[in-house]
């Protein structure tokens, strides 16, 4: 695992929270539901030529937003280029970003330990971008009872689960509210960037 700590500027920050509110018009934030049928405690949506989505059917990848019907909308240019360019420093040049996750949490979201692995190929990296109010991340081994630690992710944060680490179990087991000015009404965004196939 990569935790690269400040690695965005604020203008970088400021202009793939722009992005990513273009996105959010085109393709609106929805929450998912689990197979079970209990919502998610966070929003979410996606662009690129693939979106992951949740409902009673199964966790998957599509290409339409589920409830608009439409496509998803381009990766913007800052986030495609931002993700290349981080694959290639840890040593994957030719990854190609077919989807970036959005997900917004309020002061109360929080996400569940889980294993990335709906991807068709596993071996690609995931890239996430942390923006907006301070989480605490828990990440394990690659078995759901190993035991986890915390790691606080604040706004402008990257972290690449690659190598060894790309099936480990994490989660969010808190936000920190009032720690970010970058959201105007408070919150965060997490941005997870992969590849698919
Ligand atoms: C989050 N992140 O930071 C949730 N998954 O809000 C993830 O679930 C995640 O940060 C795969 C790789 C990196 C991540
Ligand atoms: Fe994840």
């Known amino acids: 695992m990569l935790h690269l700590q400040q690695h965005l500027t604020l203008e970088q920050q400021t202009e ?30 996606n662009c690129g030529e693939l979106g992951w989505i949740s409902d009673t059917k199964g966790y998957r990848y599509t290409k339409k937003h589920p409830t608009t019907g439409r496509v998803w909308t381009p990766i913007p240019e800052i986030i495609n280029n931002l993700a290349k360019d981080l694959a290639n420093q840890i040593g994957e040049p030719d990854y190609h970003p077919q989807t970036c996750l959005i997900n917004f949490y309020k ?20 890239i996430s971008i942390s923006l907006g109010d301070d989480a605490i991340f828990l990440i394990g081994g ?11 992710l604040k706004s402008g944060d990257i972290l690449i689960l690659h190598g060894d680490s790309r099936l480990a179990f994490h989660g969010i ?7 970010s000015s970058l959201l105007k009404n408070g919150g965060r965004l997490n941005l997870t960037i992969r590849q698919v196939y």
């Open 16 to 45: 793939i929270l722009k992005v990513c509110r273009e996105v959010a018009r085109q393709s609106p934030l929805f929450t998912p539901v689990m197979p079970s049928g209990k919502p998610f405690n966070y929003q979410m949506t």
């Open 107 to 126: 002061s109360a979201g929080k996400l569940g330990l889980h294993q990335d692995n709906s991807e068709k190929n596993l071996k690609p990296a995931i």
């Open 142 to 152: 690659n078995k759901r009872n190993a035991p986890t630690q915390e790691i606080l």
């Open 173 to 179: 087991k808190k936000i920190i509210p009032g720690t």
